[in-house]
């Protein structure tokens, strides 16, 4: 009932930026008053953790790791999410995933969300 599809990752080198998209599909007649939108990551080896979120009440969240850094934002007439991921460093290396959930925004737990895309992988050399 709701698909996503992630674009826009790449190969940048350290202190260079990257626009990630999200395309947000859902299926007629769905309805879900309150919901939230993610942005997660995962590195080989690590947990998914969460880096962003963006409520439909516009209320945003950031991991303290890339506060001042990384920017999420809508565009609501193209049904896409964005993460704008500025001063990039070789720890950010990740594939990249954005994520539906209803309901508020709250926790960055990945087993909370609902519906997840496949993935853009951002790698960032020194």
């Known amino acids: 009932e709701v698909q996503l599809a992630e674009s826009g990752g790449g190969s940048v080198q350290t202190g260079g930026s990257l626009r990630l998209s999200c395309e947000v599909s859902k299926a007629s007649g769905y309805a879900e008053d309150l919901y939230c939108m993610g942005w997660f990551r995962q590195a080989p080896g690590r947990e998914r953790e969460g880096v962003a979120s963006?409520?439909?009440?516009?209320?945003?969240r950031y991991a303290d790791s890339v506060k001042g850094r990384f920017t999420i934002s809508q565009d609501n007439a193209k049904n896409t999410l964005y993460l704008q991921i500025n001063s990039l460093t070789p720890g950010d290396t990740a594939m990249y995933y954005c994520?539906?959930?209803?309901?508020?925004?709250?926790?960055?737990?990945?087993?909370?969300?609902?519906?997840w895309g496949q993935g853009t992988q951002v790698t960032v050399s020194s």
């Open positions: 963006l409520g439909n009440d516009g209320g945003t």
């Open positions: 994520a539906f959930k209803p309901g508020f925004c709250g926790t960055f737990s990945p087993g909370r969300y609902t519906h």
